[in-house]
């Protein structure tokens, strides 16, 4: 119990230490994998189908069991000369019986290869999970980032509103504007940290909602790194398409499935054909009868040892169609997996070309936006100048400002939707 506790309290140092360097998007999505709920359900279910693959061999090994039992009879019964007496008896007797399946209608072995294609398809569902993860992480990861530059563009609106604020304070002592307009900059000022502070519950809660979804045991100083500003070539989506046909593990998972599938219809149509076994054994007994003068007890259980072997073939003739509605069961659940593996092909094409088409939007988005930023920076900058000299109104100066953050705004949505499409397509596209 102590090594336990120590143990504990080591990992939670270690975490510690560990949490208050800034989390990577691999660190983030190995933890995700190894503790996710999802993902461990996926590998019981794995581990599950390694027990039935086992179970399956086993069931081409013979059997064997022992027995002992112990009799007792009171009062009358039939004697040997055909009359009723009053008479007590006992037995003893002890055995051991083989049986060794010889021919089981092909049942052992096409269950075995059913278990070991429902296998495949346990491993390729618990990668498939991870998938699942690993996309789920990146989009919170990555709306995470989003949101933390939001919140730069807020402060940044917020510090040109504290600045022009100080600048017409300087003008209102000086005599050059009127009060009424400290009281219209201290109101801007004043929304402006508003929105910073919606700003920063956005940002705080989009990196509590990723660590939730690592099922980090404590999320107190946890933070992530900025990805590294580059921008992911796009491959068409036929390409991706193709190669994910291959490599997907949702898409493999579907497949082993329908071969799972068709395999239990190979099974449940051994019901037609007969069985073979072969059985042996061996036993002996101790029977006393009050009375009469008995053998002993050691030489009866020589006397009586005996031994037996027999084959039995079973010929399945009517089984009130149970077999028949097997068979039929299973070739509807082949269909069904049929259906859902071509869904989760259909899927899984309209989310790569759904990727490719948003992420060309936004990359055309991504170059209007920065081009919309830098003009409207110019803009702001030439309107600060005209303001400052009389040539321009509040009201202007604050569309200008609002222009320009803004366009910062669309410029930051644009780039990490870009960045989000190009890395589902690239996930897709792996070897």
């Given at each position: 119990?102590?090594?336990?506790?120590?143990?504990?309290?080591?990992?939670?140092?270690?975490?510690?230490?560990?949490?208050?360097?800034?989390?990577?998007?691999?660190?983030?999505?190995?933890?995700?994998?190894?503790?996710?709920?999802?993902?461990?359900?996926?590998?019981?279910?794995?581990?599950?189908?390694?027990?039935?693959?086992?179970?399956?061999?086993?069931?081409?090994?013979?059997?064997?069991?022992?027995?002992?039992?112990?009799?007792?009879?009171?009062?009358?019964?039939?004697?040997?000369?055909?009359t009723y007496a009053d008479r007590n008896t006992s037995g003893f007797g002890v055995g051991a019986q083989l049986n060794l399946p010889v021919f089981q209608g092909l049942s052992a072995i096409r269950q075995l290869e059913y278990s070991r294609s429902s296998l495949r398809a346990l491993v390729e569902q618990t990668?498939?999970?991870?998938?699942?993860?690993?996309?789920?992480?990146?989009?919170?990861?990555?709306?995470?980032?989003?949101?933390?530059?939001?919140?730069?563009?807020?402060?940044?609106?917020?510090?040109?509103?504290?600045?022009?604020?100080?600048?017409?304070?300087?003008?209102?002592?000086?005599?050059?504007?009127?009060?009424?307009?400290?009281?219209?900059?201290?109101?801007?000022?004043?929304?402006?940290?508003?929105?910073?502070?919606?700003?920063?519950?956005?940002?705080?809660?989009?990196?509590?909602?990723?660590?939730?979804?690592?099922?980090?045991?404590?999320?107190?100083?946890?933070?992530?790194?900025?990805?590294?500003?580059?921008?992911?070539?796009?491959?068409?989506?036929?390409?991706?398409?193709?190669?994910?046909?291959?490599?997907?593990?949702?898409?493999?998972?579907?497949?082993?499935?329908?071969?799972?599938?068709?395999?239990?219809?190979?099974?449940?149509?051994?019901?037609?054909?007969?069985?073979?076994?072969?059985?042996?054994?061996?036993?002996?007994?101790?029977?006393?009868?009050?009375?009469?003068?008995?053998?002993?007890?050691?030489?009866?259980?020589?006397?009586?040892?005996?031994?037996?072997?027999?084959?039995?073939?079973?010929?399945?003739?009517?089984?009130?169609?149970?077999?028949?509605?097997?068979?039929?069961?299973?070739?509807?659940?082949?269909?069904?997996?049929?259906?859902?593996?071509?869904?989760?092909?259909?899927?899984?094409?309209?989310?790569?070309?759904?990727?490719?088409?948003?992420?060309?939007?936004?990359?055309?988005?991504?170059?209007?936006?920065?081009?919309?930023?830098?003009s409207s920076k110019a803009a702001f900058e030439a309107m600060q100048i005209k303001y400052d000299n009389g040539r321009a109104n509040a009201t202007e100066f604050e569309q200008s400002k609002s222009n320009y953050t803004n366009a910062l705004a669309e410029a930051v949505q644009a780039k990490y939707e870009r960045?989000?499409?190009?890395?589902?397509?690239?996930?897709?596209?792996?070897?």
């Amino acid at each position: 119990m102590k090594k336990t506790v120590a143990s504990i309290f080591c990992a939670l140092a270690v975490y510690g230490a560990s949490a208050q360097q800034p989390w990577t998007l691999e660190r983030c999505i190995d933890y995700a994998i190894e503790n996710n709920i999802d993902v461990r359900s996926s590998r019981l279910e794995q581990y599950q189908g390694e027990l039935a693959v086992t179970e399956a061999k086993d069931r081409f090994l013979p059997t064997a069991s022992a027995f002992a039992q112990q009799s007792f009879s009171f009062g009358r019964g039939l004697t040997s000369d055909n009359t009723y007496a009053d008479r007590n008896t006992s037995g003893f007797g002890v055995g051991a019986q083989l049986n060794l399946p010889v021919f089981q209608g092909l049942s052992a072995i096409r269950q075995l290869e059913y278990s070991r294609s429902s296998l495949r398809a346990l491993v390729e569902q618990t990668e498939a999970a991870k998938d699942d993860v690993t996309l789920n992480v990146i989009g919170q990861y990555l709306q995470a980032l989003y949101a933390g530059e939001l919140l730069q563009v807020a402060r940044e609106r917020e510090g040109i509103s504290a600045r022009e604020l100080e600048r017409r304070r300087t003008l209102f002592e000086a005599g050059r504007i009127a009060e009424l307009e400290i009281y219209e900059a201290e109101a801007q000022l004043a929304s402006d940290r508003l929105a910073v502070v919606q700003a920063q519950n956005d940002s705080t809660v989009a990196v509590l909602d990723l660590a939730q979804l690592l099922n980090l045991p404590h999320t107190e100083a946890f933070a992530i790194e900025p990805l590294a500003d580059e921008m992911m070539p796009l491959v068409s989506p036929e390409t991706v398409f193709a190669n994910a046909l291959r490599t997907n593990h949702s898409v493999l998972a579907g497949e082993l499935q329908q071969e799972a599938a068709q395999r239990n219809v190979s099974l449940a149509q051994t019901g037609y054909i007969p069985t073979l076994s072969l059985s042996a054994g061996l036993s002996t007994n101790y029977y006393k009868t009050s009375g009469f003068t008995n053998e002993s007890f050691g030489s009866q259980m020589r006397h009586n040892f005996a031994q037996s072997i027999g084959i039995s073939l079973n010929v399945p003739i009517f089984d009130a169609f149970s077999t028949r509605n097997n068979v039929r069961r299973a070739r509807v659940n082949l269909e069904s997996a049929r259906l859902r593996s071509e869904d989760t092909r259909n899927r899984l094409y309209k989310a790569i070309v759904q990727a490719y088409t948003q992420a060309l939007g936004a990359e055309k988005k991504l170059e209007s936006a920065r081009t919309a930023a830098e003009s409207s920076k110019a803009a702001f900058e030439a309107m600060q100048i005209k303001y400052d000299n009389g040539r321009a109104n509040a009201t202007e100066f604050e569309q200008s400002k609002s222009n320009y953050t803004n366009a910062l705004a669309e410029a930051v949505q644009a780039k990490y939707e870009r960045i989000l499409r190009a890395r589902i397509l690239a996930f897709y596209n792996k070897d």
